[in-house]
């Protein structure tokens, strides 16, 4: 296998390793001899699944396409095909499971945007695998919060270490995760509607656009920082647990 | 062309099954039975015995004769140290490296002992395509299953067993997604459904989606050391304490005496077998063990209370795999029983908890596997679209950073073919290599995790510190296998890899195990051979020591043989006798010849003597 050139500038059009015609990048079958086409370097999940740039997406529909290209990729059918088809069968098979999983969550798709439309990552961090340093600096949207968060978390921390009650600790914890809980919910309520306004400003301008995905990234940064603020609750919570009894 | 089959390779049993007009079926033996017991045994003349008769000995020559070498699959000794102890046969191997089996004088990789297994498969279709009147029966290719929470080392090691038994692997394929298959046959509508698989040796849950004739795995979790034979590993402590406890009262009862012979052992797990068998249907029945004096009532209640611990492991996995898939237990369609281990009833009754409905068990959850096998082999070698299987890989992939810590590439339950990137740069000016250690598993650490294989890159143009851009691609495959490429992104070099897998075999050791596997065919036979004319000859030599030992031989030699007949006779028999402890089998079989030759005249004697003396003793009447 030898690996891919990788260029400078992404490449515009695929050529068929077996008839050499050309082909649009996303295309995936030779528009002359019909064979499967090495993937080259693609990089739009939206525009490999045939899908305009859009955040609202119709998941069954995103289904059926899935399994519709799973159908004509998969390297089930290529076993008895050229060595270059297979492997071609391999490279867009395995592209497009990487790109239906990140289209069909709204998160990481958001990200996938953000990504081909050039705005740095705001990279998420799944909650039980990050060690909670991720998002350093407060997102300034969450200071009043993150603030009186944590001097909660302390106060409930120190009582929790000199003997305190665990229910009524329990109680506080549950009253400070309210306001974290709310702020998500409203958190939510704006991604969704940012992603709807993406949608309707196909025809906008290239500044309203770039506000938009600005805005979409400073929502990504500050739910990573939630997502963080409630999972070192839901471990604050876990230490006030009962200790697990031994199972007869 | 050769003919493709779809092959289960189990724990406890074997089975091979193919497709004919698209049904798919097991291939039995003459007597109707279907499962190839998955042990194999060294013959005390150096000849192999695989299956049903390989079983039988496990009782005659248990320290000859392994069984459950699937749990063996891809693992260091390491690894396996704690469930090597009750074992009749050794298991060992170097510290890092890959277990090995030892039996006589002579040492197996578990890949080889499954070859043997998998020939005897092989051998077994094959047998039933000629019989057939199949012109072409010859097998040279194969649907292979495994655990889903198999990981990439235990995959490879199957695949490289495949090769030694002379069969390419078309494709691995998780267990519960191909009995998915089998009973997705009949049945094309959608829905969600849950395959309980738990075997003789590991467990596994599959949450799959079926839509369309696409069968697609949303999660997969399980236990590679949870199984059948767990349970009979109990139910043989149990007879151990007692005995112990019998031979002294005072004996702790929580303390197993390992000290037993390994026939004994084998009896026991005979024996608690069959009991376990016979308390899927009554309510109560015996350990009985003849040649230990040794008999006990045993109750179903008793035998769900021993187990329990073992099942309900079973029920984290269940719903850790339920969670992955974003699904309530509710919401799950049907549930579909696999492995023989299902059928002990209170196995069935937390399934039926579980998911809150009672499963499905139409099919024989020992073959349910092998025909699913058989009808993806069938897909792959027809093109046949109707149906296509999409699974998972069971464990996250990544890559060991600074502080020893994973970074994830790949997140486990990722459809497969699958793909991931990562970059590397160097942290030396001029510093040529980079070392990368890959690593499977859902932990934090590298030390939690599974090493699959450390690798350098070489060839990085020489650079200052940090400028290189080396990226390295990882591609798991459809049969979750890993492979890896990398280039340098600022000069376009395509990096060597060599790939060292941590508990696997190199192909250069594949290769030579294949070299070697011939060579002991060859030996087996030579072996075989000797042994025949050390036959012939041990028994010329002990008619001929019969004759010259006779108190009336010398009488004999005075009258009726030449001069120097004797002398030749005993030179003959000596030289022969001094060739029976080698082994050269030419020379036993001319030396036996010479013999022969040199006893002809006298053998002619003797008969003809005892003939005169048979007469002699008669009456003339009776003649």
Known sequence: ?248 | MGKVVGIDLGTTNSLVAYVRDGVPQVIRDASGDGLVPSVVSLGEDGTFFVGREAQRRLLTAPSRSVYSVKRFMGRGIDDVRGEAELLPFRVGGEAGGVVRIGLDDREFTPPEISAFVLRELKQRAEDHFREQGEFDFEVDRAVITVPAYFNDAQRTATRDAGRLAGLEVLRIVNEPTAASLAYGLDRRDRGIIAVYDLGGGTFDISILKVEDGVFQVLATNGDTHLGGDDIDRLLVELVLRELDREQDPSHDAGRVLHSRPAEDIQAIRKAVIAAKHDLTDVEETEIRLDSLDYRRRITRGEFERLIRPLVERTIQPVRQALADAGLEPAEVDEAVLVGGSTRVPFVRRIVSELFGRTPHSELNPDEVVALGAAVQADILISGRREMLLLDVTPLSLGIETMGGVVSKIILRNSTIPASGREMFTTGVDNQTSVDIHVLQGERELANDCRSLARFKLRGIPPMPAGLPRIEVRFQIDANGILSVAASELRTNIAQTIEVKPSYGLTDQEVERMLIESFEHAQADIEARLLIEARNEGESVITATEKTLRRPDFPEIAAADLQPGEHEKIQSALDALKQVMGGADRDAVRDLTHALNHATQHLAEVMMNRGVREALAGKNVKDV
């Open chain 1, 1 to 248: 296998m030898t690996p891919d050139p990788i260029p400078a500038q992404p490449v515009a059009t695929l050529e068929c390793r077996n008839c050499g015609a050309g082909a649009p990048v996303d295309e995936h079958f030779c528009p002359q001899c019909s064979r499967i086409l090495m993937l080259g370097r693609h990089g739009d999940y939206f525009s490999f699944f045939g899908l305009p740039r859009r955040l609202v997406i119709d998941q069954a529909q995103l289904e059926r396409r899935f399994r519709d290209l799973s159908r004509q990729f998969h390297p089930d059918y290529f076993y008895n095909a050229a060595a270059t088809e297979r492997l071609a069968s391999l490279e867009r098979s395995s592209y497009l499971n990487d790109a239906y999983r990140a289209l069909r969550n709204p998160i990481s798709r958001i990200e996938h945007l953000l990504a081909i439309e050039g705005l740095p990552p705001a990279k998420s961090e799944d909650p039980s695998t990050s060690s909670g340093q991720a998002a350093s600096k407060v997102p300034p949207g969450l200071l009043e919060e993150v603030f009186e968060l944590n001097e909660q978390l302390d106060e409930i921390r120190e009582s929790r270490e000199s003997g305190g009650d665990p229910a009524a600790l329990r109680e506080r914890l549950e009253s400070a995760r309210k306001p974290i809980d709310l702020k998500r919910e409203e958190h939510e309520r704006e991604v969704e509607a940012l992603s709807a306004q993406w949608d309707r400003q196909a025809m906008a301008s290239p500044a309203e656009k770039r506000a938009t995905l600005d805005a979409l990234r400073e929502r990504l940064l500050e739910r990573n920082y939630i997502n963080n603020l409630l999972a070192s609750i839901d471990r604050e919570a876990q230490s006030l647990e009962p200790k697990a009894e031994s199972r007869g």
